[in-house]
């Protein structure tokens, strides 16, 4: 297990630094625009080596022993085809219809996946409702996971980071709830975050574009959607650790939506967009999302792990202050 982790984030950084040589040879930039957040055209398409690298470290963990149930790799092959989906999308600017419509399938194809071999007849534990309605409703809630992700992949470092702390964080919990294969595959999308942010720490030599962030949020859905499956964490760990992206993304589209706008186009509103603005920073934020999950979202997910009984209050708990900020930073332009 601990080739595999020490593979991750080596792999990804080599995968990275040779797209990094095509991207430039090839043309592969992302060119500012006055919706961006950088200045300089800066390749792009870096998600492929996130994912290449985490498929070569999940490979190494199997030849050390490590049993993988299915589900795995179902899943990391749902985020290989997703990650193709986002380089056509980035290179060629695929029509929006199209892209949700792959994404709408891979989500549909991994609940289809926990129904025949994860869950139980009653469905995901702890949830109160009907199996025939938790399906649909929790696919839905992946999709806009998948969304939202690459909503919020706006300026350098954010979304690795994001990765890297709900996935360390998932470990952790996985470890002290004892589910090993969980824990590991948790640790390892980690890890593959360090290698990315060898390149793409602020100021940003490489982005992940939409080849990264789409299976990033699908990676990171699917994951809770597994250990609740398994019964191991409660969905409601992951709707805190996950909480700055979820209430960012959620709270701008709601807002853009009662002002008229249109919902797809670039734009520049979310709160982590006008905090970089307004420290001229994008390191600051960064540093803001590693002190908000240290020392707020990590222990209450924590919380509810140990004493699930209050997971409703707890995850109100942890979005409230959220809530609170979004509204004070919306004066912010």
């Not at 025949?116 to 025939?132: M, N, Q, S, T, Y």
């Not at 992206?245 to 006008?274: K, V």
């Amino acid at each position: 297990m601990s080739l595999a982790l020490l593979t991750a984030p080596v792999a990804v950084a080599l995968l990275c630094g040779l797209w990094l040589r095509l991207a430039r040879s090839g043309r592969w930039v992302d060119t500012p625009g006055h919706r961006s957040a950088h200045r300089q055209p800066t390749p792009s398409g870096g998600g492929v080596g996130i994912v290449l690298g985490l498929a070569a470290s999940v490979w190494v963990a199997a030849l050390a022993g490590v049993l993988w149930p299915p589900v795995y790799g179902v899943l990391l092959g749902l985020a290989a085809l997703l990650m193709l989906v986002g380089l056509l999308d980035d290179r060629y600017n695929l029509p929006a219809l199209l892209r949700l419509g792959c994404y709408a399938l891979a989500c549909a194809v991994l609940m289809a996946a926990l129904y025949l071999v994860v869950l139980p007849r009653a469905g995901f534990p702890g949830l109160p409702l009907p199996l025939w309605l938790q399906l649909p409703l929790l696919a839905l809630g992946l999709l806009w996971l998948v969304n939202l992700y690459n909503f919020m992949d706006g300026i350098d470092g954010l979304a690795a980071l994001q990765a890297f702390l709900a996935g360390m964080s998932g470990a952790l919990l996985a470890l002290l709830a004892g589910d090993p294969p969980l824990a590991l595959m948790c640790a390892l999308l980690a890890a593959c975050q360090l290698g990315f942010l060898y390149w793409n720490w602020p100021p940003a030599r490489l982005f992940m574009g939409d080849a990264g962030s789409v299976p990033l949020g699908f990676l990171l859905g699917g994951l809770a959607l597994i250990a609740a499956a398994h019964g191991t964490l409660p969905l409601a760990c992951w709707l805190v650790l996950l909480a700055a992206f979820i209430t960012d993304a959620t709270w701008t589209l709601l807002a853009r939506w009662r002002a008229g706008a249109r919902l797809f186009e670039a734009h520049r509103d979310h709160a982590y967009q006008r905090l970089a603005r307004y420290w001229n920073s994008h390191l600051a934020v960064d540093f803001v999302l590693i002190a908000l999950n240290a020392l707020w979202l990590f222990p209450l997910a924590w919380t509810i792990l140990r004493w699930p009984q209050f997971q409703l209050f707890l995850v109100i708990l942890a979005y409230l202050p959220l809530l609170l900020g979004m509204a004070k930073l919306r004066r912010l332009t």
